[in-house]
């Protein structure tokens, strides 16, 4: 509850993609049975969901996301194998994403529009692009002023390796983050490789 306290002062927010496909993606996975349950407790964070009256261009606070994937960690008792599937599910469904697939012709422009593609979805935070190594198959962002919870870097973990499942098209990548401010970093840094 406190987390969801603190993203809300931010005034952060988000589009409405993640919270639009909520009910179609735990029907998806075989757990629509729960969606219920997870209305229910994402109400006593404070932010009522009704999938009907949500639009997906329309930035909602950040606050009501972490509370959405929250519930699912309470509900179903996922972990981080689960949150960063979701990600990864996420950017595969997402219709915004799939407007800003547009922008993953190759790695090298990705790579150079990152932030740009993240302002399509996020109003805060700043994604930078640190290196990008095409020979070798990997690449570094950094994301600056961005902290909501340890929970919320898994998901960007998960986002991160579907869009480099689009741009190198190897299903075999991996995300992970090695610097993060809930570990005293300054930032969160990803490091994204594949084969």
């Known amino acids: 509850m406190e987390t969801v306290k603190r993203v809300a002062k931010t005034g952060a927010k988000t589009r409405g993609d993640l919270l639009i496909m909520a009910e179609d993606y735990l029907a998806e996975i075989g757990k629509k049975e729960y969606f219920p349950q997870i209305k229910e407790k994402m ?5 009522p969901l009704d999938s009907k009256e949500i639009n997906v261009m329309s930035w909602y606070p950040m606050a009501m996301e972490i509370s959405f994937i929250f519930s699912l960690v309470e509900v179903l008792n996922w972990g981080e194998k689960e949150i960063t599937k979701l990600g990864r599910d996420f950017t595969r469904i997402s219709f915004i994403e799939k407007i800003v ?4 012709l190759s790695p090298q422009v990705t790579f150079e529009k ?13 994604l ?3 290196e990008l190594n095409e ?3 990997y690449a570094i962002f950094r994301l600056k002023n961005f902290d909501i919870h340890p929970i919320y870097c898994q998901f960007l973990c998960g986002m991160l390796e579907s869009f480099c499942d689009i741009v190198t ?7 992970r983050e090695t610097k993060c401010t809930f570990r ?3 930032w969160h ?3 994204i490789t594949w084969k």
């Open 128 to 130: 930078e692009s640190v």
């Open 169 to 175: 098209k190897s299903k075999e990548n991996l995300c």
């Open 184 to 186: 005293g970093a300054d």
């Open 189 to 191: 840094e990803f490091l």
């Open 114 to 126: 990152a932030n740009e593609i993240w302002r399509k979805h996020m109003d805060t935070g700043e």
């Open 135 to 137: 020979i070798e198959k």
């Open 43 to 47: 109400q006593e964070y404070g932010y």
């Open 101 to 104: 697939a547009k922008y993953l």
